[in-house]
């Protein structure tokens, strides 16, 4: 089954959703990021495999509640994440450093926001259109989470600012 990821950062992020239970007397839960430090193989989002990982840098996770202990919003503050992308024998080597925010929706999708330099990959399983690109501007989409993946499937995707076909630029 085919899937797409908003940056591979907010997986593991995404997957702590789930399991997070807020501390009675807390709005806000920090926890550090887990990078992708072992090379891993993604398939589907450019016509050959590419290899992704995380070179250096850290983060926080901040999962932020309301007073009745719902989720209302996840914040993703990258540190200085260098990530490395290789295929072909090509590499590109960028700033994953963009923060994103998740907010759930009460229809079931999340409406995530990325800023900065970050990537955003989809495998077009709503959309048909497959993508890996580099953004160093805004980009808005609206996603549904699958927690067996721990990937978000596209339903819309807006980018304002520079983007680059990661595809292009490893083929």
Do not use: W
């Amino acid at each position: 089954m085919r899937r797409s990821i908003v940056v591979v950062v907010s997986m593991a992020a995404a997957a702590l959703l789930f399991a997070a239970t807020p501390a009675s007397a807390l709005t806000k839960v920090r926890s550090p990021l887990t990078l992708t430090t072992e090379p891993t193989v993604m398939e589907g989002f450019c016509p050959f495999p590419v290899t992704y990982q995380d070179v250096r840098g850290s983060g926080t996770q901040t999962l932020v509640f309301d007073a009745d202990g719902n989720l209302v919003r996840i914040d993703i503050q990258p540190h200085g994440i260098i990530s490395e992308l290789s295929a072909n024998g090509n590499t590109v080597t960028f700033n994953n450093s963009g923060p994103i925010s998740v907010f759930p929706q009460p229809d079931g999708t999340d409406l995530v926001i990325v800023r900065g330099g970050s990537f955003v990959a989809d495998q077009g399983l709503v959309t048909g259109d497959p993508f890996f690109h580099l953004t160093t501007g805004r980009v808005v989409v609206v996603s549904v989470f699958d927690p067996d993946t721990g990937f978000n499937d596209f339903l819309s995707v807006v980018s304002t600012g520079h983007v680059t076909d990661l595809c292009e630029a490893l083929a």
